[in-house]
């Protein structure tokens, strides 16, 4: 059984410096209980902590990791870049190559802004969906994440649900205003809102794979009727593939699902574990953006050379070995159907989503389906199954509220691994 000694002396000095001990809240283990695991180093598909326990990591640090902790390829071309600074606030020819990759890599695109998060990336493509439609509104689905900018911290899935608060104090009543809120994949109750707010809608911004109150799928034909509606009604379509850019295929949800987006965001997988984010759109769009236009949008450390070489090694990897998408995808189905079998044994209620190479387990009797639904998941077995999974070596994601993200790094020994780890967890969960 694993020993947590060092991560609980280190979680304790942490909570005197740093609110909560961590530095982004689903790290604090809140909702599964218990000290968080404090991590020393990770290779592959394998988490040491500071106990020197090792685990199967199915976080992969929430996307970026998509190839395994440590690439070889990833690790030599920073180390490379470093010796030249580490920023210059000047411009540098490596923009350019991964603005161009990025650009060839996805569809319907033609220019990108590099900043340094998904947050910032979704709160700039809407002040550029509101510049370019000179609309105030825009529509946000319950259940999906957008970062942490006033203007999406209303019912706000992910951290903030896991802990119960849909709105944070500090977000003015005047911000919340002008964020309206649909239920994902009811496409009547986003009609009825946009019939309310006719003429004033800037924007409607989607997860078209929501991965931020577990992983939802998108229902058959929900995308293209945002499109007929966003086309009807002169409202910017805004996919925010922070989470699917780069996963789900070479071009995200885009190319994966075949619906076109106006504007789309990035994050995670685009920065290659370091801190980055994007957006992008045409051309017709994008000349709103400052200097050429008057949207502004800024950055003292946007485009850092090392942030940037390690997202372009990274995408580089992905853009020239394509398989990696379909290798990632057969794991995922295989882990599916392990799980599948012994969840089915326990007796459990359950549902299990699946796309690509993300994965939720949820512990209800409903389909899941938008935020509703994946709610009804939060209950006392998740705690349980995370904890029995954390004991055996499995590293899940500690809120029932996030997806699972595959490496291809994880080999299908530790599929297995996982699968029976999972059987034994149900049986404890039983006792
Ligand atoms: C993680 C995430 C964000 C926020 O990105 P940060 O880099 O954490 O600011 C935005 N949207 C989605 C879909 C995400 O999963």
Redesign the pocket.
Known sequence: MHQYKRSSELFDQAQKYIPGGVN?PVRAFKSVGGTPVFIKKAKGSILTDEDDNEYIDYISS??PMILGHAHPTVIKAIKDKVEDSTSFGAPTELEIDIAKLIVDMVPNIDKVRMV???????MSAIRVARGYTGRNKFIKFEG?????SDS?LIKAG?GASTFGEPNSPGVTPGTANDTLTAKYNDIENVKQVVADNKGEIAAIII?AI???MGCVLPKKGFLEELRQICDEEGILLIF?????GFRLAKGGAQEYFGVKADLV?F??VIGGGM???AYAGPDEIMKVVSPVGPVYQAGTLSGNPIAMIAGYTLLSELNENPQHFTELADKCEYLHKGLDKVLADSGFAYRINRCGSMISVFFTDVDVVDFDTAATANNELFPKFFHEMLKRGIYLPPSSFESYFLSNSLTYEMLDKTIQAAKESLEAMKA
């Open positions: 982004s929430w996307g340094n998060s998904g947050t910032e990336a979704c999906c994440y957008h970062g942490h999406f992910s997860e929501a991965g931020n925010d593939e922070v989470m699917s965001t994050g995670k801190p980055v984010g």
